[in-house]
């Protein structure tokens, strides 16, 4: 059990107490673009903050315990693990082995090499000195601790002259108590917060021990013997090198039994009213001053996951602090962390462990877990060998709160939403809630119970209240079942003869709410029940191979879809010509350290490799690929052979692909080179499956191959052939009928495709006052088509009263009859009597990059807008591609927050960055990406009737409506 250290105070909310102290600005130098500050309570006198930064430098996450020392009911404890005296453990497990122990953080350095280690510096604790090392630490170069001396709380540097005094006039100097550092040369004294007895001593070293009760020798042991180490004494270790060694120095008789003992450590502080000692690391600020780092500062000008310790300037509040690094914050140098500290009215400081020690842990207000509140570096915590707790005593009362938490708040209809309910008194005590002892009540909308889980069974809004006798906490829901689009995957599901499966549906609902539809709210028309049936959303195969079509429906929704059962194996290429192998040969290719290849290389090479097409053997057809080859893996090539293939294309998903070789194979692996339509490249190892026996084609072995997912069409690129033998090898290795393995074949299916969707202000007024047009990407045309369908745009657009060129542009204004603005890759404000447009900077990957001062801008904008619609264009789409994937979830979040705490405003997130047209609605926002010129080729057609698209919006009586308007529109004829 531990004894804590009660220190008096008040809880303060206030998180940021910061008077007549140096400005921070002194020591951060960098801009500050954006900060959001949460913080919540953890107990009496313990609050959690955690603030995140987008500066000039990057993100910067700061994770901050901020303690009140005047409250009666905090204190701290020095956390050590119960798996023996220098043991390491995680910082949670230490602190649940703490007594009401709230909150913690990673403490002084240790060497990371061992399993059991001391700690760097000292520690003293009930009455106790826990470890200390003699006369370390007496200078400002060393580490400094965090001391508590008459409930008085200061960082200083510690240190301590440790000496033995008999009554025969004998000193004896002790390097350390409870350390193992010096013990093989040393005495050393070890009492019972080191542990029971002495086995884990004896580990290390074999020595004699002086066994000291109540300051008298007790007791002396000989190597080879383990003792128990007094409760109210300790044990005196020696060395053997030390009491037998060339001067036969006598330690044993000034010991021996009945010897009196004074055990006096002298400390460089008043100890008379010493509670702790806990050490750490360099000084990190003086008297609001930064400290020049010492050796005690790890890579001072290096940005590292850095903890601290500080106290504020008025002795109120001790502050642990962690910033994190190596990961999306980028950390912080001593010279940064001493500005954050001074941010927080910090004036006294000291480092801790970092880099992958910083770790800061507490409990969540209502409930009993101890959960890590930073990102440690490492990815997971690092074991530690000691932490720094934060104790609450608070006393319980009888004024209590509950707090009723669902797990969304919006949901379809049939959905589930699963509640927990929480309770705490006034001083923050958890209080344990049973679900037998509250109950619920439903306003507004009705549903099922199971436990704490409720499912609407009426769409609406309506409030559910929990009851724990006379306390109540409610929460508002809502329900939805009508959709203004549902989205279907896979639009075909292929599967094997007697193989399940099920579509995956998503729907867009009211403010843009994106979720899965529950089963009971889907539909499913089978057109050829013979080939299956669906059950509870699960397809049934009849056994039966073929396809059919599948109209999904949700709500007044609908959407065509297939499933195809059975597979089919298609030969692709029978190598019957020379045109399908690529006449380069790349062989044997180089390593890259070894001298560049030159022309004669390549004529050896080919000399001794070289493919053509066999027709004496063959595994089908008229002819098979022969690959002779010839290596030498003493020589400075690599052991490969590469057969380019040229004109390949798999253009519809398949799931194996395989070939038959022959020849002396043993030694080789085989594998397919294949690029896909996102120009990515992947190596398909092949794995030999069967040996046919046939008359014609004997000894042939089938080597087969699983695909990833791939982006098509793919091209087969080149057969590999690795080398994995050890000696000179050469001859021909025969390749035939390259095949994939497909589902059943899917050509010619019609889908009743809606291209965007089903949004009911997606449309065109008969009458309106205003029409804003946007056109996308016009720059870097490279074809005579580009400039046909510009043309067009020109003059399509002119039907406007304002044009905006989103994205890359290059256009000649002069051929628009409507105003005409150019998005040129900076932050502007265009306002309309109805819409206000923003332009934001993005080209280099986001707002940061390419103009950080935006994030200082944009939200002052949005908030100061009296305009109902805003439409915000830039050219990259922070769900996708941009560069830094938290900057584009920050920008949706700062949108989406501002759309609901709005209301009724209605926001549009225009990007050009695509070769699709796309729209959609998510959560209060609509992302409508825009290709402009940009499209996709494929066999040098494309269609016209599904490419060029204008986005029209429309004002009529300050009511905003949009349009995508197709510039080459098909016409139907009757």
């Known amino acids: 059990m531990h004894k804590n250290i009660v220190l008096i105070a008040i809880l303060m909310l206030i998180i940021f107490p910061v008077t007549n102290i140096p ?121 400094a601790s965090i001391i508590d001396n008459g409930n008085q709380m200061y960082i200083d540097f510690f240190g301590a002259s440790i000496v033995l005094n008999a009554g025969n006039n004998f000193r004896l100097y002790v390097s350390g108590i409870n350390r193992t550092t010096n013990i093989t040369s040393y005495p050393i004294i070890f009492n019972s917060k080191a542990g029971a007895n002495t086995s884990e001593i004896s580990a290390i070293i074999d020595t004699y021990k002086i066994i000291v009760t109540n300051g008298i020798v007790t007791g002396q042991a000989l190597p080879g013997r383990n003792v128990d180490i007094p409760e109210d004494g300790y044990i005196i270790v020696l060395p053997k090198s030390l009491v037998i060694n060339s001067t036969n120095t006598d330690y044993l008789t000034p010991l021996k039994v009945g010897t009196a003992l004074e055990l006096s450590v002298d400390t460089t ?224 599901l292929s599967l094997n003869k007697n193989e399940t499966g099920k579509f995956s549906v998503t729907g867009t609902s009211v403010g843009g709410f994106v979720d899965q539809v529950p089963a009971g709210l889907i539909t499913y028309k089978v057109t050829d029940q013979s080939i299956g049936s669906f059950s509870n959303g699960i397809f049934i195969p009849t056994g039966k191979s073929g396809f059919t079509k599948v109209v999904v429906t949700a709500g007044s929704r609908s959407v065509t879809t297939y499933v195809t059962i059975g597979v089919e194996e298609l030969t692709i290429s029978g190598f019957e010509t020379a045109d399908i192998f690529n006449p380069v040969v790349l062989m044997n290719r180089f390593q890259e350290d070894i001298n560049p290849i030159t022309a004669e290389d390549i004529t050896a090479i080919n000399v001794n490799n070289h493919v053509s097409l066999s027709q004496s053997t063959l595994y089908a057809g008229q002819s098979s690929l022969a690959i002779s080859y010839y290596i030498d893996p003493m020589d400075i090539y690599e052991n490969k052979v590469i057969v380019g293939v040229e004109g390949v294309v798999i253009e519809d998903p398949v799931t194996k692909i395989d070939l038959y070789a022959k020849g002396v194979l043993q030694d080789f692996d085989i594998s397919l080179v294949i690029n896909d339509d996102n120009n990515e490249n992947y190596e398909i190892p092949l794995i030999a499956k069967t040996t046919t026996g046939t008359t014609g084609n004997t000894g042939w072995i089938n080597y087969e191959g699983n695909l990833a997912s791939m982006a098509y069409p793919i091209t087969v690129a080149s057969v590999k052939l690795n080398y994995t033998g050890a000696g000179l090898v050469s001859g021909t290795v025969y390749i035939d009928d390259l095949a994939t393995t497909g589902y059943y074949g899917s050509e010619g299916f019609m889908f009743d495709y809606e291209p965007f969707i089903n949004d009911p202000i997606l449309k065109k007024p008969s009458t309106y006052n205003t029409q804003i047009s946007i056109f996308g990407a016009t720059a870097g045309r490279n074809r005579l088509l580009d400039e046909v369908v510009l043309s067009k745009v020109y003059e399509e657009v002119s039907r406007a009263d304002v044009v905006f060129f989103a994205g890359p542009t290059n256009i000649d204004k002069q051929s628009v009859a409507a105003e005409v603005i150019i998005w040129n890759d900076s932050y502007k404000i265009i306002d309309y009597p109805d819409v206000r447009v923003i332009e934001l900077a993005t080209s280099k990957g986001g707002l940061f990059l390419t103009d950080p001062t935006q994030w200082k801008v944009f939200e002052q904008a949005l908030t100061a807008t009296s305009q109902n619609n805003i439409i915000i264009i830039g050219d990259k789409d922070p769900r996708s591609t941009f560069e830094d994937e938290r900057e584009g979830e920050l920008l949706q979040t700062v949108m989406e927050n501002y759309a609901a705490k709005t209301g009724t405003k209605q926001i549009f997130y225009v990007n050009a960055s695509g070769y699709d047209f796309e729209v959609s609605f998510e959560n209060g926002i609509r992302y409508i990406t825009m290709n402009g010129l940009w499209y996709h080729i494929n066999d040098h057609k494309i269609n016209l009737n599904d490419t060029f698209y204008i986005l029209d919006f429309y004002i009529s009586n300050h009511q905003l409506t949009y349009d995508v308007r197709n510039i080459y529109p098909k016409i139907e004829v009757e």
Not at 53 to 76: A, Q
Not at 462 to 490: L, W
Request: aromatic content about 10%; proline content about 3%; overall charge negative.
């Open 23 to 143: 400005s921070f600005a002194t020591i951060r130098d960098e801009d500050i673009y954006r900060e959001e500050r949460k913080s919540q309570i953890v107990a009496e006198g313990v609050v959690y903050e955690e603030s995140s930064f987008l500066t000039s430098k990057g993100w910067v996450d700061i994770h901050v315990i901020k303690m009140d020392l005047n409250n009666p009911y905090v204190s701290l404890d020095i956390l050590r693990s119960i798996d023996g005296y220098g043991s390491k453990n995680q910082l949670t497990d230490l602190v649940l082995n703490g007594e009401d122990v709230v909150a913690g953080i990673n403490g002084s350095f240790f060497n990371t090499n061992y399993a059991k280690t001391d700690i760097i510096g000292d520690e003293y604790e009930d009455d106790t000195y826990v470890t200390v090392q003699h006369n370390y630490n007496v200078g400002a170069s060393g580490a």
């Open 269 to 492: 502080i008043n100890e008379d009213n010493l509670k702790m000692v806990f050490t750490g690391g360099g000084k990190i600020l003086q008297n609001g001053q930064l400290v020049t780092p010492t050796s005690m500062v790890v890579e001072p000008n290096i940005r590292h996951p850095r903890s601290a310790l500080g106290l504020t300037a008025d002795g109120r509040y001790l502050i642990a602090m962690v910033v994190d690094g190596r990961g999306s914050s980028i950390g912080a140098t001593h010279e940064e962390l001493a500005g954050y500290l001074l941010d927080y009215g910090v004036t006294e400081a000291m480092h801790l462990d970092g880099g992958g020690s910083s770790t800061i842990v507490g409990t969540e207000l209502g409930y009993n877990s101890v959960d890590v509140l930073n990102i440690p570096s490492d990815g997971a915590q690092r074991r530690v060998v000691n932490g720094l707790g934060f104790v609450s005593n608070a006393p319980p009362t009888d004024d209590i709160t509950i707090e009723l938490i669902p797990d969304k708040r919006t949901v379809f209809l049939g959905d589930t939403i699963q509640f927990s309910v929480i309770g705490y008194d006034s001083t923050y005590n958890t209080i344990d809630i049973s679900k037998n002892d509250i109950y619920f009540i439903a306003l507004g909308i009705s549903g099922t119970w199971s436990d704490l889980k409720f499912t609407p069974t009426i769409a609406g809004t309506g409030k559910i209240t929990c009851y724990y006798g006379n306390i109540a906490s409610s929460v508002n829901i809502s329900s939805y079942n009508t959709f203004y689009d549902i989205d279907v995957t896979p639009a075909i």
